[in-house]
């Protein structure tokens, strides 16, 4: 404990101011977020709340801010709608649908956690890390622009005149100070200062202009104010707990929990490069899953990591669970006693921290080696980033993945090689280079001409490997027909495991297989395959 107490102690100043602004930014995120899913704000803000605290203190990445996010939101709108529909108008069944939905989210992915596959982030590569960033930052961007707009004639239009030129101005000056303030003092948080100059302009020079209170209105809602999250024993007595409950929140589930654990996981990934360190997948996996739980249970809407305001935890000096815990903790008290002060803080101010969040997060270099990286590599890096707009970030993620991983195998499926030599007893030889799988077996195939070879073959794969199904029945295909043909197979220097996989596969193969070889070389091999 002391340990404890040590490491996040040492750079406490950085990770408290820091702490303050993530929750100051939490709350119009959280708010709109929860109009997205179509619930009540202190929903979202229960979600924030909650999930941003457990996962701070058990997360396997110090640092790293979660709370309600707008990919979750998006899928949690037809859910709820969905859920209404079940029951009458004043029962609100889809909220707690909601809830029980986020409780088997949080379930999975502990499951995912235990079983350790968070470790498969590191197969993501970086073209689509880098279309995973420029697809959020335009996502933040775009997110933003909602807040240019005003309630007329009770339809929500764009701002003109005098009104948007406050905005344009109020925006700008808070991104000028977190611009320029370090140049002077390093030691202050830029943003939490451009907050507060920000809001007292607009307080005391009476200014009218949009705020959170008036944001968190013009959805719908009454204010921020509320007390503590209560266990949701509703869930228990409204919603039937059969198979035709499972069968309808399962599949929104599994989708919410492959989401949040692609955002939280990439997120991890991203802090991990702005901060030079490592974080621990698994343990986030865990930390995500009980957090969803517990928010489910205490009434919030579920949530993942966020890309924004981690990115300004980690510029404004956080690097500790401190940071988080402050920020979670930090909201708890807006919605518990400060509320009538946090809705005055202005818009613009939280827009103007948004868009110097979007400068920050573009990986503005993309532009500049897009035309010195190969073709593949840069399509993956547009369509990623695009999907992630148009889409949303499982999907985009996904796709690039998929994109990747079928450029890799059409380019390695390339680059089997077979080298051919007659040896003085008059055996053919066929050296093979290059890995054999699904996508070279044709090519491999095409190498031999079983009609018009001597009658001894010897197959060599010193400088090859057989990886999968399709290879292992192309190289049986293939003696099957030399021995069709009267003729002698041999097969050398096949590693081990091949060599169980192919007798496994067909015990006659055994035959055919050169076990005893005294080639150094071979044995080298064989040892790094393993």
């Not at 968070?118 to 890390?129: A, Q, T």
């Not at 700008?172 to 809001?199: C, H, R, Y």
């Not at 919605?335 to 969040?357: D, T, Y």
Request: with cysteine; glycine share 10%.
């Amino acid at each position: 404990m002391k340990e404890f107490i040590r490491r996040q102690s040492a750079n406490a100043r950085n990770d408290i101011f820091s702490g303050l602004t993530v929750a100051l930014a939490l709350v119009p995120e959280a708010v709109a977020f929860a109009f997205v899913a179509g619930v009540d704000p202190l929903v979202g803000l229960y979600a924030a709340f909650m999930i941003g605290l457990i996962t701070s203190i058990f997360g396997g990445r110090p640092g790293m801010i979660s709370g309600a996010t707008g990919a979750l939101a998006v899928v949690m709108v037809s859910l709820v709608a969905e859920g209404n529909a079940m029951g009458a108008e004043s029962e609100n069944l889809g909220l707690y649908y909601l809830f029980a939905t986020v409780i088997l989210m949080g379930l999975i992915q502990m499951l995912v956690g235990v079983l350790k596959l968070g470790k498969f982030v590191r197969l993501i590569p970086h073209p689509v890390m880098m279309g995973f960033v420029n697809g959020l930052a335009i996502v933040i961007f775009l997110s933003q622009m909602g807040m240019f707009k005003d309630r007329i004639g009770g339809e929500m239009q764009w701002m003109s005149g005098q009104a948007l030129y406050l905005m344009i101005g109020l925006v700008g000056l808070t991104m000028a100070i977190m611009q320029f303030l370090p140049k002077l003092n390093k030691k202050l948080p830029e943003a939490l200062i451009g907050i507060l100059v920000v809001s007292a302009i607009v307080i005391f020079g009476n200014l009218d202009v949009a705020t959170v209170g008036s944001f968190i209105k013009s959805g719908g809602g009454t204010g921020l104010e509320g007390g503590l999250p209560e266990f949701q024993w509703a869930i228990f007595e409204k919603i039937p707990f059969n198979m035709e409950t499972l069968s309808f929140i399962l599949p929104y589930s599994f989708i919410l929990a492959a989401i949040g654990l692609i955002e939280s996981l990439m997120t991890l990934n991203l802090v991990d490069e702005l901060t030079e360190t490592r974080g621990n997948s698994n343990r986030e996996c865990l930390a995500q899953g009980g957090a969803n739980i517990v928010t489910g249970l205490f009434g919030g809407m579920g949530g993942c990591a966020m890309i924004g305001q981690s990115i300004i935890n980690i510029k404004g000096g956080g690097r500790t669970r401190l940071s988080g815990i402050v920020a979670a903790l930090t909201l708890l008290a807006f919605i518990l006693f400060a509320s009538p002060l946090i809705e005055r803080v202005p818009i613009a101010a939280l827009v103007g921290v948004m868009f110097m969040v979007v400068v920050g997060t573009f990986a503005w270099s993309s532009f500049r080696i897009l035309n010195k990286i190969p073709l593949s590599d840069a399509i993956v890096l547009i369509t990623v980033s695009a999907l992630t707009v148009i889409f949303d970030l499982a999907l985009a993620v996904a796709a690039g993945i998929i994109l990747s991983a079928l450029v890799f195998a059409w380019e390695s499926a390339k680059r089997i090689r077979a080298r051919k030599q007659i040896l003085e007893d008059g055996t053919k030889v066929y050296e093979i280079w290059g890995p054999l799988f699904f996508g070279s077996i044709q090519a491999f195939k095409a190498k031999f001409d079983p009609n018009n070879d001597p009658d001894k073959i010897i197959i060599d794969f010193m400088e090859s490997r057989v990886t999968d199904h399709s290879a292992l029945e192309a190289l049986h295909g293939l003696v099957e027909k030399y021995q069709s043909l009267g003729k002698e197979v041999h097969i050398r220097h096949l590693s081990e495991e091949c060599q169980v996989l192919m007798v496994k596969a067909s015990p006659k193969l055994a035959e055919v297989i050169e076990k005893n070889i005294d080639d150094p070389r071979y044995h080298v091999m064989a040892q790094a395959m393993q």
